[in-house]
């Protein structure tokens, strides 16, 4: 490129509201880039979202944009092209002549002018946000960056001598340690093209020799060596050359001038594993839908981008997956400068069908292949641009998806690929040239996820499995005994109704191969969805074109049950419980030792599809001061310390078992390491140790030690913490442990404690008598509640609610953990914090909640169920009235299976406990009839 004009500034603005087309003059300005949403054009949106957030200034239809631009004397005649970065359907007009017209959604416009002559011309760009060749995916979504209209990256008219350089494709040759450059020469005669390198981002200099070489018009490709001490980039060293390319003509003067960053690495998949020039790495991907909600379009600069990706990275990602989208190049540049791996996804969630099916749009199909090609020539030069993927969660011929696969390797190698994101959920297979498999299980019932919605049960055992560190998926990706792959056929075909986006939708299964062991690495699709309560105070944060009705509608319909005050208690509280569900989820990838990787989602809140507030961070990637982003490493890093054991809860005396190991895919670790490990008791450290281990070159999951530990005698409930830490390094973990007393096989026949499963007649002659009385109710004899459960919701109720329904499936429970006034004197014995811990999963996972919707707005529990920002219901775990002259404590739960366990007598202990006290003194005073209202 000679030269180029910047086209970013003031230009003129015209709606076209009514389909009347361009009627002149204009008038209305904007500033480009942007969008029109974005400058307030246009009527206010009256509709008002509840599933995402709302675009304040929404535009669906045609704008038109208008500029003068001035030609001097020293371009004029010179080859030129307008350049538009990121937009939407555009066509154009020069001085009032149409130019052509442009569809791609993910990458540049560009239109090539006719010679421009000195002084001023007129660029007049309608682009349209409606009519799409796809529907776009996350490109176009208002559950994620809006349908907005604009032109919003670059905008420049971009000049070139009569002979330059296109197409550049840069691909490494590691071995070789050189880069192979292709490009295509567009000149009428030869040319010398001079070629040389320079490093940065690196801590060592590297600069190579420049080389020349003659080049006949047309295509051609080079081999420039970089020589034995290039510089490789990785995640742990993301070292970059600036590759320059000039293009010198018969005379040597440079006519042509083009520097690409060019990155020298081999990415690629090897056995169950991904690789990173010759060394094994996982993947520790989030999912990435484009959420900016000031602007509700993507960053075109590289800054704002290395900020976005930075913060991932200080949470211990190094991948991203696009979910039906791609980025701007200045996130593929940030990655680069970061070391991040990328996986843009073409803008498509649907079914790939064939001719002869129903419905087939070859049109549709044409342009999403197009698409492809597209990504892979403006991004494919990017070291960070490593995989791609054909689309989220599709269906349809897996005979026609493998072609497009096959297709596009042939066209350009550098990248892996895979058919889609958990293609065919229920009926999965590897295809032929599938590079990788990404997906949430195998077939139904081999799951390698934690979590799973309703409509897609089973459900993963972070939400139904005692908890414990002992859970991989190593048995779920290679069954034992499964042989060679020879599985049992299942049955296959037919059509079956999966959920499909924010809908259920009936498909065709297809033919499927049965049980089947996969031969390439193998990610996680989506894992957590562990959903926190709204926290109300983000919404002044929203002070750009999106605002955040949703939370206002969220919060009024919480004040309107009395609840208001609640809602920064549930926040943290749910918050604290997703966190601790997060935990274990990831813990269970890194056991897995089959497993190549995982896409979390979401590191940060999804601000659609019901909103879905799933993140550690919120939409703006700011912390939601939940965990720092150090503790959150301490279980999502490139090394990872864990313990195996069986459970969290133990009885004094009882001997503690663990085994230790890490898992580590850190460049640099030494030969040997040491860990040192804690054993320590309400704060005080009882037993400590160490243990050496060697890490054998190419190891990755190193077997440390055994623990055995015999916990103390403790006259009350102690709190005990496992804290690991490798010597010398950052590599450290610590587990919650909870240590009982010993305890009375049946805590509940303590003397003057009246149990009642029922408000019987004697219940109630107690009560009138001044007794005290526990009613502890089955929970299947109780209509007005919520089934118990532990786990936090799972993406969000609204959503999955609507989905279940629409399947005739069994609704999602929910709810969010607990809110515990753990103040309270009923758990002086049976200390907690305010939110869900472990020793409450088996209490919870066998009880029920009431619904104390028509209570007394004053009449309020001890322990309260967190219900979900759609219903709002009060609910009551724990509580306690007067009745007539006795006092009542009401719970309904289990608790013949509760007391099995060692945590569940400890909780009914501290309950008799404090039944038999002078403190069991209600507030609240119900009448008989508010008792059997609620129990009903």
Not at 40 to 49: D, F, M, Q, V
Not at 463 to 484: A, C, E, H, R
Not at 627 to 656: H, M, Q
Not at 897 to 924: C, H, W
């Amino acid at each position: 490129m000679l030269s180029k004009i910047s086209l970013e500034g003031e230009w003129k603005l015209q709606l076209e509201e009514k389909g009347q087309g361009l009627v002149l003059p204009f008038t209305d300005v904007i500033m480009l880039p942007g969008t029109t949403s974005f400058a307030r054009k246009g009527p206010k949106n009256t509709e008002i979202l509840v599933g995402a957030l709302t675009d304040e200034y929404l535009y669906e239809g045609p704008v038109w944009y208008s500029r003068e631009v001035v030609i001097p004397e020293e371009l004029a005649g010179k080859h030129c092209c307008l350049y538009l970065e990121r937009t939407r359907l555009t066509t154009l007009w020069l001085d009032g002549q149409e130019i052509g017209s442009r569809d791609s959604l993910n990458t540049p416009h560009v239109y090539e002018l006719p010679q421009l002559q000195p002084g001023s011309h007129t660029l007049t760009i309608r682009v349209d946000n409606t009519g799409y060749p796809t529907k776009g995916g996350h490109m176009t979504s208002p559950d994620t960056q809006t349908n907005w209209n604009g032109i919003t990256g670059r905008m420049e008219l971009q000049f070139y001598g009569e002979a330059r350089i296109s197409g550049i494709r840069l691909k490494s040759d590691l071995p070789a340690r050189s880069v192979q450059i292709s490009a295509t020469l567009e000149s009428m005669q030869g040319a010398t093209l001079a070629v040389s390198a320079n490093s940065f981002n690196s801590e060592i200099t590297h600069s190579v020799e420049e080389q020349e070489y003659v080049i006949a018009p047309g295509p051609f490709t080079i081999d420039y060596a970089l020589g034995p001490d290039a510089l490789l980039w990785s995640e742990f060293a993301p070292n970059l050359y600036t590759v320059s390319l000039v293009l010198k003509g018969s005379d040597g003067i440079p006519v042509d001038r083009q520097e690409v960053i060019f990155g020298l690495k081999s990415f690629r998949a090897e056995g169950d594993k991904f690789t990173i020039n010759g060394e094994k790495t996982f993947l520790r991907g989030k999912h990435d839908g484009l959420i900016f909600p000031l602007t509700g379009y993507a960053p075109t600069d590289v800054e704002e981008w290395v900020r976005i990706l930075g913060i991932a990275k200080s949470y211990g990602i190094n991948h991203y997956r696009f979910h039906t989208c791609c980025p701007p190049e200045a996130a593929f540049t940030a990655a680069d400068l970061l070391g991040i791996y990328m996986q843009p996804e073409l803008p498509f969630w649907g079914t790939i069908t064939v001719e002869t099916d129903e419905g087939h749009n070859q049109v549709e199909q044409d342009y999403l292949i197009s698409e492809g090609y597209s990504i892979l020539r403006e991004f494919g030069n990017h070291p960070s641009f490593v995989m791609m993927s054909l689309g989220n969660e599709l269906w349809g011929s897996k005979e026609r998806i493998d072609s497009f696969l096959k297709d596009y390797k042939a066209f350009d190698d550098r990248p892996l690929y895979t058919q889609g994101s958990n293609n065919h959920q229920w009926v999965p297979e590897v295809l032929e040239h599938d590079d990788f498999f990404s997906g949430v299980r195998f077939t139904r019932d081999r799951l390698f996820r934690g979590s799973y919605a309703m409509c897609d049960a089973p459900l993963g055992h972070v939400q139904t499995s005692l908890p414990s560190t002992m859970k991989d998926y190593d048995d779920q990706i290679v069954p034992p005994g499964f042989g060679n792959g020879e599985g049992v056929s299942v049955e296959a075909g037919g059509e079956i109704l999966i959920q499909y986006g924010t809908e259920a939708k009936a498909v065709q299964s297809g033919s499927e191969s049965g049980e089947w062991i996969p031969q390439v690495p193998v990610i996680s699709h989506e894992i957590g969805q562990y959903a926190t309560f709204p926290n109300f105070a983000e919404i002044e944060k929203y002070t750009g074109s999106l605002k955040a009705e949703n939370f206002i509608i969220f919060r009024e319909r919480l004040e309107s049950k009395g609840l208001g005050h609640l809602a920064d208690a549930y926040f943290k509280s749910s918050g604290q419980l997703a966190v601790a569900c997060y935990k274990e989820e990831l813990e269970a990838a890194f056991r897995s030792r089959r497993l190549a990787g995982f896409q979390l989602l979401d590191l940060q809140d999804f601000s659609g599809q019901g909103t879905a507030l799933v993140g550690v961070l919120d939409a703006f990637m700011d912390s939601k001061g939940l965990i720092s982003p150090e503790e959150w490493r301490t279980f999502c890093n490139d090394a990872v310390l864990l313990a195996r054991f069986p459970k969290y809860n133990y009885g004094a005396g009882e001997t503690f078992e663990a085994h230790v190991e890490l898992s580590c895919f850190r460049s640099g670790m030494p030969d040997a390491i040491e860990l040192h490990w804690e054993l320590a008791v309400e704060g005080r450290a009882r037993t400590t140790g160490s243990a050496g281990a060697f890490i054998p070159a190419g190891t990755h999951y190193i077997d440390i030690c055994d623990l055995a530990i015999e916990l103390p005698a403790v006259d009350r409930m102690s709190r005990a913490e496992l804290a690991l830490r490798v010597q010398g390094t950052d590599i450290r973990k610590s587990y919650d442990l909870w240590i009982y007393p010993e305890q009375r096989d049946k805590p509940l026949e303590a003397e003057g404690i009246h149990v009642f499963t029922e408000l019987s007649e004697e219940a109630v002659s107690l009560l009138e008598q001044g007794g005290n009385v526990l009613l502890m109710p089955e929970p299947e004899s109780v209509q007005n509640g919520i089934e118990g459960y532990y786990c936090t919701d799972f993406w969000c109720y609204p959503m999955f609610r609507s989905i279940s329904e629409s399947m005739n499936r069994p609704v999602p429970i929910g709810t969010m953990g607990l809110l515990i006034d753990n103040g309270h004197p009923v758990l002086r014995d049976f200390p907690s914090e305010t939110h869900s811990t472990y020793p409450w999963w088996t209490i919870a996972q066998h009880s029920k909640s009431l619904i104390m919707d028509e209570a007394d707005c004053s009449w309020n529990p001890i322990v309260q169920t967190i219900d979900n920002f759609e219903r709002n219901h009060k609910l009551s775990f724990l509580t306690e009235c007067r009745v007539g002259n006795g006092n009542l404590l009401l719970c309904v739960l289990d608790a013949a299976k509760v007391s099995r366990t060692t945590e569940g007598r400890q909780f009914l202990t501290s309950i008799a406990g404090y039944m038999n006290s002078a403190d069991f003194q209600p507030q609240y005073r119900a009448t008989i009839a508010e008792i059997q209202a609620l129990i009903r």
